[in-house]
């Protein structure tokens, strides 16, 4: 049992914070069992950890990063897409297939994301599946929560990057075997986007889907480009989400659908549907050009929205400072497109990163009762003499603060940096 | 004299930058004198400050600063521009009246200032001249460059915020003649814009301008609100900036517009007429909601642009987050407006940080000859065994770097940290 003292904070819903000031968090075997204002009898002179004026708040769900792309973060970013893929993402993500390159890399992904306070991702490898297998294992060695991807893509993509649909499939049955087991990271399918993957390859992935009980992440609607380049290679289908749905994709696990800028009614639908999410990457669809997702929109729609920092075309692996970016750009949606596109608060942004998107993985991502006790510790934000309610604590943070910031980290109740 | 060894980088003009790998740099009672990939025969054997595979940048010029908002950066940043005016700012600049709690709040504003690398500076205090000018002697002594300005609103703020004419001209005159002969942060007139000050404060202050040689700074069409309501105020006068035309207010110092986003045909030209700068604040006006920007559309019509942080409406202190946001902010603007809003390359955003904006200074913001050596050794940027070239440690610096990135600081050729 662990006792923390200090400030709790975390998300009620998407428009209230459940702030408790002066209070003692108690976990038990890792899960949270209540917060007091007074320390119950039964607790007394138990050890207390004391953060004092700290703010303890739940660690972030990054639903949407590359981790084969952490190493051109804030390179190149000030390309058109079409050349950043082709002078940067490509060629380094070929070199995935030599595992000499490819441990140093995740391994250094995982610990700055730990560092960063990102305890559960959605991930994409590369189609190596030996370099995905390594990823997979390290993080749930690490007793992270991930869903994580071998990348499929038979066509649409240089040479050097491409699969057989036989290979594609038979490579990714093996990672889905081999890890079907895992406690915390899970193996995911992961089909880069329509425009990289054949009919044939999609229908084959949903016969595994089925047989594995394995979720869905791709990219989706993600462009202009993307979402008609769909259309333009799956004839016969109304949007680009179908292709997932008639594939089988959508019915055995999470789906997982990153940025969702230009859905149709029909996409909105089918993701719906399915209990799907769609990832704000605000960074990301800023530096690549794809324009500004409309998450009040569709959150009025019932689209279930969470936040991603698409590290590479992200440059930030620090989620919260997606959640600043949100606010941001949300309101440049607003200014130039103000139907339907009301700014959002903070404290609506906050939840995105934590509850919203800890969903998919369990019970992560708050700190109510019974839910699992990985949480960050907060401090350092006040200037001298000015102090801060918890929540500006946690606003500025989000805002200006770094890694330096997060002064503790617990994951599953275990302290760990 | 100083010699130092590492990559060097500034901007040759907006469009390339100058990079010499593994070279010399050679500065003499705080000026550059020379870079010399090989060291010249007079040097051999004098001292060598080495920096190894370190980057060795100009230090940047924020255009554009409220250093009495220093404590609410990154607070109330989802409200609305109205609501944080008064819930934030407005009460706390009123609290500038008290030399107690301006003091300590100044000299954390100046440190932090230092910290994130910026040595030149166009800051706005608030109405009270005597924060105000202990701020500009702070600066002075310090032997940071910079245009301080003691604000001037006798219209359109709250009562406690609201001088008289006569007190707002009086303290001004006092301002201006006390500090007129500083050598490197010198004081400038600064009505905070249109909407607060009356057509004969503008007027008097116009004498004062041409009295003292005092500069102008000022928010320029800063929102639509803002332009709209200037010309409400001022019957009879074409545009936001003929204001200060015409109340002689852009002839005797430098002119520095701040936002600058919704200018007419009218006010580019008046701007242009007396070399006036206009400050892009990428941050700010996405916080604010004032729009984006038309920084190449700008450029195109010879307008000098440059960066500024516009803390607290821009929520960071560091001027290199701003180079990565106009980068992001150019796309976006692309996207909605693209006539004549091509995005900008990283060169150009750099270029506005430190050449374009450090003229308004004087010779600094470069690394050529003759230039001040106000310099910053950038380094920690580089993954393990995936070395970057000097642009790409700059680029991916603005994009995720913080200020332990910043490994030293060179002021008047002197490292002060």
Same mark, same amino acid.
């Given at each position: 049992m662990n006792i923390f003292h200090g400030n709790i904070l975390f998300s009620k819903n998407s428009r209230e914070l459940a702030v408790y000031e002066d209070s003692y968090l108690v976990a038990?075997?890792?899960?949270?069992?209540?917060?007091?204002?007074?320390?119950?009898?039964? @607790?007394?002179?138990?050890?207390?950890?004391?953060?004092?004026?700290?703010? %303890?708040?739940?660690?972030?769900?990054?639903?949407?990063? =590359?981790?084969?792309?952490?190493?051109?973060?804030?390179?190149?970013?000030?390309? /058109?897409?079409?050349?950043?893929?082709?002078?940067?993402?490509?060629? #380094?993500?070929?070199?995935?297939?030599?595992?000499? @390159?490819?441990?140093?890399?995740?391994?250094?992904?995982?610990?700055?994301?730990?560092r960063h306070g990102t305890f559960h991702a959605c991930i994409f490898a590369t189609i190596h599946r030996e370099a995905s297998s390594y990823l997979i294992r390290r993080m749930e060695e690490r007793g992270l929560y991930g869903f994580v991807g071998k990348v499929n893509m038979n066509t649409g993509a240089p040479d050097y990057l491409?699969?057989?649909?036989?290979?594609?499939?038979?490579?990714?049955?093996?990672?889905?075997?081999?890890?079907?087991?895992?406690?915390?990271?899970?193996? %995911?399918?992961?089909?880069?986007?329509?425009p990289t993957c054949s009919e044939?390859?999609?229908?084959?992935?949903?016969?595994?889907?089925k047989k594995y009980h394995a979720g869905l992440q791709t990219h989706l609607v993600e462009s202009r480009w993307e979402a008609e380049e769909a259309m333009r290679r799956f004839p016969g289908y109304q949007c680009d989400t179908e292709i997932y749905e008639r594939a089988g994709l959508m019915d055995n696990g999470?789906?997982?659908?990153?940025? &969702? %800028? &230009?859905?149709?009614?029909?996409?909105?639908?089918?993701? *719906?549907?399915?209990?799907?999410?769609?990832?704000?990457?605000?960074?990301?669809?800023? *530096?690549?050009?794809?324009?500004?997702?409309?998450?009040?929109?569709? #959150?009025?729609?019932?689209v279930?929205?969470? /936040?991603?920092?698409?590290?590479?075309?992200? =440059?930030?692996?620090?989620?919260?400072? #997606?959640?600043?970016?949100?606010?941001?750009?949300?309101? /440049?949606?607003?200014? @130039?497109?103000?139907?339907?596109?009301?700014p959002i608060a903070?404290? =609506?942004?906050f939840y995105l990163a934590t509850k919203a998107g800890g969903s998919v993985f369990g *019970?992560?991502?708050?700190?109510?009762?019974?839910?699992? &006790? *990985?949480? /960050?510790?907060?401090?350092?934000m006040a200037d001298e003499n000015i102090p801060l309610t918890p929540a500006q604590t946690v606003e500025r943070f989000c805002y200006i603060g770094t890694t330096d910031n997060i002064k503790a980290r617990y994951l599953n109740g275990?302290?760990?940096?």
């Open positions: 038990d075997h890792g899960k949270v069992e209540g917060i007091y204002a007074v320390l119950p009898e039964q @607790y007394q002179g138990a050890e207390i950890t004391d953060y004092g004026s700290d703010v %303890i708040i739940p660690a972030f769900s990054d639903l949407h990063v =590359h981790a084969s792309q952490y190493v051109e973060r804030g390179l190149g970013m000030d390309m /058109l897409l079409s050349d950043w893929l082709n002078q940067y993402t490509f060629p #380094q993500e070929s070199r995935f297939a030599d595992m000499n @390159y490819a441990r140093p890399i995740y391994d250094a992904f995982i610990d700055d994301m730990i491409r699969e057989t649909v036989e290979e594609s499939l038979l490579e990714t049955e093996r990672f889905l075997d081999e890890f079907k087991d895992n406690k915390t990271a899970k193996p %995911i399918i992961t089909p880069r986007f329509a044939d390859l999609m229908k084959g992935l949903g016969t595994l889907s999470p789906v997982v659908g990153a940025h &969702f %800028i &230009f859905p149709s009614e029909a996409d909105i639908r089918i993701l *719906n549907r399915h209990g799907g999410f769609a990832v704000h990457c605000p960074d990301a669809t800023t *530096n690549i050009i794809a324009g500004i997702m409309g998450v009040s929109a569709l #959150q009025s729609q019932d279930r929205v969470s /936040l991603g920092t698409d590290v590479g075309g992200g =440059h930030s692996l620090g989620l919260y400072t #997606q959640i600043a970016r949100s606010v941001q750009l949300s309101k /440049l949606k607003w200014f @130039y497109e103000p139907e339907q596109n009301k903070f404290p =609506h942004a *019970n992560v991502g708050s700190l109510e009762k019974g839910y699992v &006790f *990985n949480a /960050l510790v907060i401090d350092g275990r302290l760990i940096g």
